[in-house]
């Protein structure tokens, strides 16, 4: 029995099923994309998970284009998986972004053997193209689902997934390399959850909240009440002759878009950094085997995850006691999660293969506490622009995972002896200052308020203006030309 209260809905209802599959898409995507960063590892050092399977000596250089080449792919289609939910909606989209993901997923065992990491890497940028399809779909899709006061608790909850995913992607691989299954159990694994995902979301998963069979009438009429409520006739009206038009100019133009989009490529850039080479400095400098790397790889993500929740509850408490506005709520957090972690990337680097725990207990610290960028600027794209949030989220992530692609490269060209701690603190130095500088232009521009451009008629007032002003000025240029006739006569 579905609880009710007068304003807010039903308690629980299908905004939360939506929101649950959102979750899921983005953890069993994750584990098929971050997967890497292990199975690299047992790929090219047998003998520290199952020797009965073939091992690869492949070099740094060769790993590193692996690992970045998923995001070679990824940054080719996020503009157009925008486009594509516009045109077909969420529903069809992410379907056809997960199943062509699932199902490459399945061919490095068979591919690698005769194709060599140049296989691998072509394997990771098809992948990338129907992955990059998935973020833009996501948000907007929380943008058609989430109720105005709710956007904040529900899209936070559906990026819960980026942690858990790279959880599991970092733990579970490493437990399936160790296993009967060896390495190639990974990739198995990971396209089976993709392909059971498909299934439930085609059976449970609704574009809007009408187009839902499952939705009861209350919730219906609560989700389309709230969402932009002071324009909903309008926007209802203009919606109904089509698309809303996108002006483009008026978003390039957008200083609070763009603040947005460097503080994503900043954040992107230190977490990636974790997040690909973690595995590879644990085995490298802290010389920890396959198995144990495997579970304290994992450590920080279950620690991100946990602290997403904290985060949660404690932006809730804040917002719901007026104690906090959304702004001042999101560049706090955002503060933490971008300060703390600059400080601890130093600590890290500084540690070598004597000081195991204390840099797992940094990385757990970095990793978790960066969690709150969820809340911070994650979904910034809803605060600035409900009608066009999965357009910006196509722009702002194609952007931050152009950084991916760079951080692997530099590392292969800074780290030239994988043991060396020296040159592995200056990529964690240069990781820690990027984060810094990008909450300090957070702070001073970012903004969390809908802009004008949001406005489905914003295009059509634009133009009448022109028009106004256009025929404003060929008055006054008429009046100057009659007094001038006049002063001659």
Known sequence: MTAETANTGPAIGQRHVQTFLLFLSIVVNYMAKFNAGVA??????????????????????????????????????????????????????????????ALLALLPPWCVSW??????????????????????CIHAHLANWCPVGERNRLGALANTGLDCGTLLAMFASGQIAASSMGWPGIFYISSAV?????????????????????????????????????RAKEAEELKA????PVPWAAIWSSVPFWTLMVTRC??????????????????????????????????????????AFVYLIIADILLTGGTMTITGIRKTFNSISFFVPAFTLIGIGFLDSDQKTLAVVLMCANVGINAGNTIGSTINTIDLSPNHAGILMGIVNTAANVVPILTPLLVGI????DHNRGEWQLVFIISAVIFFVGNIIYLFFGQMVNQPWDAPDFLDKQLSSNLQEQGNAKALEAQQSERSEEIAS
Do not use: H
């Not at 800074?414 to 002896?417: D, F, K, P, R, S």
């Open 40 to 101: 690299i590892v047992a790929m090219t050092n047998a003998e520290s998970t199952n020797p009965d399977f073939p091992e690869y000596d492949w070099s740094g250089a060769q790993r590193s284009y692996i690992l970045s080449s998923f995001f070679w792919g990824y940054i080719m289609t996020q503009f157009l998986g925008g486009w594509l939910c516009r045109r077909f909606g969420a529903r069809m989209t992410m379907f056809v972004s997960t199943i062509g993901s």
């Open 115 to 136: 194709g060599g990491w140049q296989a691998y890497c072509a394997i990771r940028v098809a992948m990338g193209l129907f992955q990059g399809f998935l973020f833009p």
């Open 194 to 230: 993709g392909v059971l995902w498909c299934v439930i979301w085609l059976i449970f998963g609704a574009n809007t909240p009408r187009e839902s069979k499952y939705i009861s009438e209350e919730e219906l009429n609560y989700i389309e009440t709230s969402i932009n409520s002071s």
């Open 241 to 244: 002759k089509g698309p809303i």
């Open 266 to 307: 900043c954040q992107s850039w230190g977490y990636s950094t974790l997040q690909t080479e973690m595995p590879s400095y644990m085995n490298d400098v802290l010389l920890m085997d396959m198995k144990n790397n495997a579970i304290f790889s994992a450590l920080p993500y279950l620690t991100s995850w946990v602290m």
């Open 414 to 417: 800074i780290v030239t002896n």
